[in-house]
């Protein structure tokens, strides 16, 4: 089973609301991803968690918080957004973390979201 | 950091045809080449891996060859069927698990 679920599966918000979006695999993956895709171009990595620990942050605007509560589950707390972060947001995971571990690296099916 | 470059931006080939797809990447120290398919609306697919330890990788109508020295990689599709029509990206792992994809290229298999 090579399944990273995502909710919700779309989202609206007003760019003063807080919602966030959450990421569950059950494949025993320690490395958890956020990527974030804009319309006709290729996903933008976000944040890595290796071992539940924020590894890499992209220079992610604060208005995007990352969250790795266990092994298992990644959520992305979204708050004061603006209508330019209307996106795919995409959550990926892969086996080990490393280096240049060479691990497939598995997409959830996306959370699209609109800021109004 | 890694960059990807990927050509061409737009293909069109007639049903049955091949299609190629190239990308090259800048560092040499990276070692795992994935590309995906994305249908509208929909997630990255993945369709082909290749690491760097191999030159040649094949699975059915589709294969990826790699250029360690040269630094690109390419992905092969025979037999292209109207299914097929997606954008693919190319990507190269670099230092810390990063995947760099390249800016996609828009398949269209005509029947």
């Known amino acids: 089973d090579t399944e990273v679920t995502q909710t919700p599966k779309h989202l609206v918000m007003g760019m003063t609301n807080k919602k966030s979006l959450k990421c569950e695999q059950h494949m025993g993956h320690r490395a958890m991803y956020w990527y974030k895709q804009k319309a006709k171009k290729p996903p933008e990595l976000m944040f890595v968690?290796?071992?539940?620990?924020?590894?890499i942050n992209e220079s992610v605007p604060s208005r995007f918080s990352p969250e790795c509560p266990n092994s298992s589950l990644l959520n992305l707390h979204l708050h004061a957004l603006q209508p330019e972060d209307s996106a795919l947001y995409l959550c990926?995971?892969?086996?080990?973390?490393?280096?240049?571990?060479?691990?497939?690296?598995?997409f959830g099916e996306g959370s699209w979201l609109t800021v109004v | 950091g890694e960059n990807v470059e990927q050509h061409p931006s737009t293909l069109s080939v007639q049903e049955g045809d091949s299609a190629v797809i190239k990308c090259t990447y800048s560092d040499s120290a990276s070692n795992y080449f994935p590309w995906y398919k994305q249908e509208l609306g929909k997630r990255p697919q993945l369709i082909i891996d290749?690491?760097?330890?191999?030159g040649e990788k094949k699975d059915q109508r589709i294969a990826v060859t790699l250029n360690k020295t040269a630094k690109h990689f390419s992905l092969h599709i025979t037999e292209t069927q109207p299914e097929d029509s997606a954008v693919y990206f190319c990507?190269?792992?670099?230092?810390?698990?990063?995947?760099?994809f390249g800016a996609g290229t828009i398949l269209r298999v005509k029947s």
């Open positions: 290749i690491r760097s330890n191999v």
């Open positions: 990926a995971s892969s086996r080990v973390p490393g280096l240049y571990s060479g691990n497939t690296i598995y």
């Open positions: 968690y290796s071992y539940e620990k924020l590894s």
């Open positions: 990507a190269a792992m670099e230092y810390g698990n990063k995947l760099v």
